[in-house]
């Protein structure tokens, strides 16, 4: 470890995991290694000590900015001794990798589509809550129902109706059209995804719906809500964060674990909820079918690989890589975080660890035993912000589209800047008076652009450019010459790509000031 640690030029954090304890304490009775114990760039996990929250820290510095450079080596034999160990903690290593790389390539991916939905889900913001507001009003011991859409929900639905007014039920949207074609109105129903198919809410207009939201859900699936009661459940945008702050109020960012029903089980544990259950929660392909009521896989010409897994109430299930990782999630965070008495009352599909597996039956007679009204609880508490509020709010929305413009104009002077230097060095030469001056007009504008509240929302837009850039900078060539040409073209590029960002924000806050302007003019 001292000669990794000697050669460390970048501050690399180093997880170290020694999986026989009686190892360890030799080291520490034979050997003086304060100095490795003391690197704050050093975690040291050993067998039997402090794994238990190995793979939740290490998830948490793994990131979607980090993954590529997140590597695992072994010392010579160790392999060899500990080979059932060391199978296990690499797998859980490239299961981590694999999750935050899929998290950049979605980021990439919809990353025009996660700022629009920043913007428009802000109109949301006036008459609704954050899920903080409720934390004093619901009882731990109230249990929460969480339920998804797999297929296993066709066999036990019917007993959700039991469950109304004596427990919690938080429904993923994809099994709204299911539960009410049942009769049965959830008490909460959860959406965060940025992209979601329009498809599982089309149709479904009845009433006031409470939805429990991820800022950055999909906006165009809300829209086609009729009069949502809206509850902020989370959220990764600090704007968002800091307008909540006008009220003095508080949206955490929930480890959400990349689906809505993680998301629920997560508040749940947050608001320290005694009782979650799982309801619909296959995480399979249970009878060959993605969710319940859909046809038999086998006649939609479904083509992708399926991964046998150990099932909840079969001896084994067949799941895809995406569901294969939610479960991974469960198993860790079950393991790690969750203090709550977690049932599996899905009566198929794949197994979770750290769950009790009952049927519903048994769960409804066991826990339904007091009233508790979600709807009125409710309608007691009034919204986040008040009518002074709402105005500052607003206030600040507008403040925020004249931002957009002051953006613009530091964006193209930095591109002039470049451009000056860019002509200069293309000329031949080294102008040092001149490029230095350059650099310190540019440092300039970018120390504006990461001062401003805006570019929370042009670096969600072009997360693929800056990732290209900060790549080319962690490996450029020491040709000064040729690398500061090259460098002061991919900036120009980056520069020009966030100029781009900004003109679509501005329109999209404009967008915004003229739906909700009436409200407040």
């Known amino acids: 470890p001292r000669s990794i640690l000697k050669n460390n030029q970048e501050n690399n ?129 109230i249990p929460v129902f969480i339920v998804g859409a797999g297929p296993s929900l066709a066999k036990n639905i019917k007993l959700l109706k039991e469950v109304k007014n004596h427990g919690i039920i938080i429904a993923a949207e994809a099994a709204l059209k299911i539960l009410l074609a049942a009769d049965i109105m959830p008490d909460l129903v959860i959406t965060a995804d940025t992209h979601k198919a329009l498809y599982w809410i089309t149709d479904v207009t009845k009433g006031e719906i409470p939805f429990l939201i991820d800022s950055g859900a999909n906006s165009d699936f809300l829209n086609l809500l009729h009069n949502p009661k809206i509850i902020y459940a989370t959220t990764m945008c600090n704007y968002y964060k800091n307008l909540f702050g006008l009220s003095n109020r508080k949206l955490a960012t929930l480890q959400s674990g990349g689906s809505v029903t993680t998301l629920a089980f997560c508040l749940a544990c947050h608001l320290n909820m005694e009782t979650i259950i799982f309801v619909g929660q296959d995480l399979a392909m249970t009878g060959f079918q993605e969710y319940a009521g859909w046809e038999d896989l ?66 409804v007679d066991k826990f339904c035993k007091q ?81 401003s509240e805006i570019m929370e929302f042009l670096q969600i837009r072009t997360v693929g450019e800056e990732k290209e850039l900060v790549t080319y900078l962690e490996n450029k060539s020491e040709d000064v010459y040729g690398e500061t040409i090259n460098l002061y073209h991919r900036t120009k590029n980056y520069m020009e790509n966030l100029l781009s960002a900004n003109e679509e924000l501005y329109l999209m806050f404009s967008s915004l000031i003229d739906e909700i302007r009436d409200r407040f003019e």
């Open 13 to 141: 954090k180093y997880f170290f995991y020694e999986p026989n304890v009686e190892v360890f304490f030799h080291i520490l009775k034979n050997y003086d290694i304060r100095d490795i114990l003391n690197d704050k760039n050093v975690v040291l996990f050993v067998e039997g000590l402090n794994t238990e929250k190995m793979q939740i820290y290490v998830t948490s510095c793994v990131t979607y900015k980090n993954f590529e450079k997140f590597y695992v080596e072994n010392l010579p034999k160790y392999k060899e001794i500990y080979e059932g160990v060391f199978f296990a903690a690499t797998s859980m290593c490239q299961n981590i990798r694999n999750y935050a790389q899929a998290d950049f390539n979605t980021r990439k991916l919809y990353s025009q589509k996660t700022v629009s939905n920043y913007v428009a889900n802000l109109k949301y913001i006036f008459d609704a809550n954050v899920i903080e507001d409720y934390r004093e009003s619901i009882p731990c011991d």
């Open 371 to 451: 009233e508790f009204y979600v709807e009125r609880m409710l309608n007691e508490i009034e919204s986040s912000f008040n009518v002074e509020e709402k105005i500052r709010v607003y206030k600040k929305i507008l403040a925020t589209r004249q931002e957009c413009k002051a953006v613009k104009q530091k964006i193209n002077d930095a591109i002039e800047d470049l451009d000056n230097a860019l002509r200069l060095l293309q000329r031949g030469g080294w102008p040092e008076k001149e490029i230095n001056k350059v650099e310190k007009s540019v440092d300039k504008v970018n120390q504006f652009l990461n001062q």
């Open 298 to 363: 086998r006649t939609r010409g479904f083509q992708r690989e399926l991964i046998a897994v150990k099932g909840n109430i079969e001896e084994t299930v067949f799941t895809t890589d995406d569901y294969k990782l939610y479960i991974e999630w469960f198993n860790m965070f079950i393991a790690d975080v969750c203090k709550s008495n977690v049932i599996n009352a899905t009566e198929g599909g794949a197994y979770i660890e750290g769950t009790q597996v009952m049927t519903l039956r048994e769960v």
